[in-house]
């Protein structure tokens, strides 16, 4: 009964840490939008400013060259659902192939997929600039989507989806009844794949959706930026969150945390509708395998 008291006491503690450690950030990301420059620095950190200053700071937000921060959304958008949808369309076909298909270099295949996943993205980054480079797509859309779409993490959870779920037997079955390799795929495997294809959309789309450091080499142009990039370009630009503002631009701390807010929503949101199929994902192996 002690045991059972002291670690249900544990455990609880535990998640009031985590709750604390990640909450607490979010929360006082949330009231800085509330609040003035001077109110930020005098008031107490988790203080409530007013709503009417929300609108103030999403104004002048708006306004900060003509708006560039709905050109840099749409960007993001369009880098990461071009990027997720390409992964998908590659990594699909190809975790199910490794799964359930014997030929020569298969154990190769599967050893470079998970060497790949463990190196740096970083240090990739210059052997892609001069790919890039060489076929003139630096500084173009491309630059950005056809890198992020390079995804071996997806292909190995479906790897794993494939082999642990779907039992052999069921593509025999299915190959006697005289269905293609490509009808089984598609008519027997996807069906069944709906939860882990849901997790690789999902890790796809956050992992191209924060990406900084790609866009940020391949891209020159502020009007292509995505809006990762595109915040530190605010903040670089009206010296925002450096002390004195010199540049006359009305964006100081309260205008970057709401950027800073309206850069991780989609992320948020897509969790919420999305979660029931991870979690899905997640234990579909554990329960089959």
Same mark, same amino acid.
């Given at each position: 009964?002690?045991?059972?008291?002291?670690?249900?006491? *544990?455990?609880?503690?535990?998640?009031? !840490?985590?709750?604390?450690?990640?909450?607490?950030?979010?929360?006082?990301?949330?009231?800085?939008?509330? +609040?003035?420059? @001077?109110?930020?620095?005098?008031?107490?950190?988790? !203080?409530?400013?007013?709503?009417? $200053?929300?609108?103030?700071?999403?104004?002048?937000?708006?306004?900060?060259?003509?708006?560039?921060?709905?050109?840099?959304?749409?960007?993001?958008?369009?880098?990461?659902?071009?990027?997720?949808?390409?992964?998908?369309?590659?990594?699909?076909?190809?975790?199910?192939?490794?799964?359930?298909?014997? %030929?020569?270099? /298969?154990?190769?295949?599967?050893?470079?997929?998970?060497?790949?996943?463990?190196?740096?993205?970083?240090?990739?980054?210059?052997?892609?600039?001069?790919?890039?480079?060489?076929?003139?797509?630096?500084?173009?859309?491309?630059?950005?989507?056809?890198?992020?779409? %390079?995804?071996?993490?997806?292909?190995?959870?479906?790897?794993? %989806?494939?082999?642990?779920?779907?039992? @052999?037997?069921?593509?025999?079955?299915? /190959?006697?009844?005289?269905?293609?390799?490509?009808? #089984?795929?598609?008519?027997?495997?996807? =069906?069944?794949?709906? =939860?882990?294809?849901?997790?690789?959309? %999902?890790?796809?789309?956050?992992?191209?959706?924060?990406?900084?450091?790609?866009?940020?080499?391949?891209?020159? @142009? !502020?009007?292509?930026?995505?809006? $990762?990039?595109?915040? $530190?370009?605010?903040?670089?630009?009206?010296?925002?969150?450096? *002390?004195?503002?010199?540049?006359? #631009?009305?964006? /100081?701390?309260?205008?970057?945390?709401?950027?800073?807010?309206?850069?991780?929503?989609?992320?948020?949101?897509?969790?919420?509708?999305?979660?029931?199929?991870?979690?899905?994902? $997640?234990?579909?192996?554990?329960? +089959?395998?």
């Amino acid at each position: 009964m002690i045991a059972r008291l002291s670690g249900r006491l *544990g455990r609880n503690i535990l998640l009031l !840490s985590a709750l604390l450690f990640f909450g607490v950030p979010v929360l006082w990301l949330f009231l800085a939008t509330t +609040k003035t420059s @001077d109110q930020l620095r005098n008031d107490a950190p988790m !203080s409530f400013g007013s709503f009417e $200053q929300i609108g103030i700071a999403w104004s002048h937000l708006i306004g900060y060259n003509d708006g560039i921060i709905a050109t840099w959304t749409l960007n993001s958008i369009l880098y990461t659902l071009g990027s997720m949808v390409i992964a998908l369309l590659a990594c699909v076909p190809a975790g199910y192939g490794l799964a359930k298909f014997r %030929f020569r270099g /298969r154990g190769v295949v599967l050893f470079l997929t998970l060497v790949t996943m463990v190196v740096p993205s970083a240090a990739l980054i210059l052997p892609l600039y001069l790919q890039m480079s060489a076929v003139g797509l630096t500084n173009t859309p491309w630059s950005v989507i056809l890198p992020l779409a %390079f995804y071996p993490f997806g292909v190995y959870l479906v790897y794993l %989806f494939a082999a642990t779920t779907i039992p @052999d037997s069921v593509i025999e079955a299915a /190959r006697l009844d005289g269905l293609s390799e490509w009808g #089984i795929m598609m008519r027997i495997f996807l =069906p069944l794949a709906v =939860p882990v294809i849901v997790m690789v959309a %999902f890790f796809a789309f956050v992992n191209a959706w924060n990406a900084f450091f790609l866009p940020y080499i391949m891209l020159t @142009d !502020s009007d292509l930026a995505n809006l $990762q990039t595109g915040l $530190q370009l605010l903040m670089r630009n009206t010296n925002a969150l450096g *002390g004195a503002n010199f540049t006359g #631009i009305p964006i /100081r701390e309260p205008e970057i945390a709401l950027a800073a807010i309206v850069s991780v929503s989609p992320i948020l949101l897509i969790f919420l509708f999305a979660q029931r199929h991870l979690v899905a994902g $997640q234990t579909a192996g554990a329960e +089959k395998g």
